[in-house]
């Protein structure tokens, strides 16, 4: 940089990171609904909504190494969100969108919420080699219920230990 420090310089490896109705994939009756009241005011939100149990929206990824997912969530009809990452022990977290709080988190290296105004949190989540990461709308500490939804935007996967600002 300008000072003569190294930076190190970050990406956001998954595709279409705001466009979850392109390479995003649907599981069980999930389904996602673009157009939605954003956190920045505008329009780029999405709805994610479901009508069976474990129902969720997910993208693979071959990353080894750590990483950091994060996505902006809000709630809707489903006040809880599940985050999981396929890997050798398959983390999981258990974010509380209606107190901006973790419930639950099993087999990660880290998790976080933290508000940014008019509901909205972004959430993250840190572990080791992903092949995959889902987001599930859910009630309480499990995503068994038949129906709900929760808004989404901005998803990343970044090498790393901390969730810095989203790259398009």
């Not at 994939?25 to 999405?46: F, H």
């Not at 009809?77 to 890997?87: D, E, I, P």
């Amino acid at each position: 940089n300008a000072d003569g420090n190294i930076e190190k310089e970050t990406q956001n490896l998954l595709l279409q990171s705001n466009s979850f109705d392109t390479t995003w994939a649907i599981g069980g009756t999930a389904s996602i609904v673009g157009g939605q009241s954003d956190k920045d005011g505008g329009t780029n939100a999405w709805l994610l909504s479901k009508t069976a149990a474990w129902s969720y929206l997910g993208q693979s990824i071959a990353q080894s190494g750590v990483n950091t997912f994060s996505v902006y969530a809000k709630a809707n009809a489903s006040t809880y969100m599940l985050m999981r990452v396929s890997s050798g022990s398959n983390p999981i977290v258990y974010f509380d969108l209606s107190s901006g709080a973790i419930s639950l988190e099993l087999n990660n290296i880290e998790a976080s919420i933290e508000s940014v105004g008019s509901g909205w949190y972004r959430c993250s989540i840190v572990t080791n080699t992903s092949t995959d990461v889902r987001l599930y709308p859910a009630e309480s500490n499990t995503a068994g219920g038949a129906s709900g939804s929760i808004y989404i935007q901005d998803a990343q996967v970044e090498q790393g230990l901390v969730a810095r600002d989203y790259i398009e």
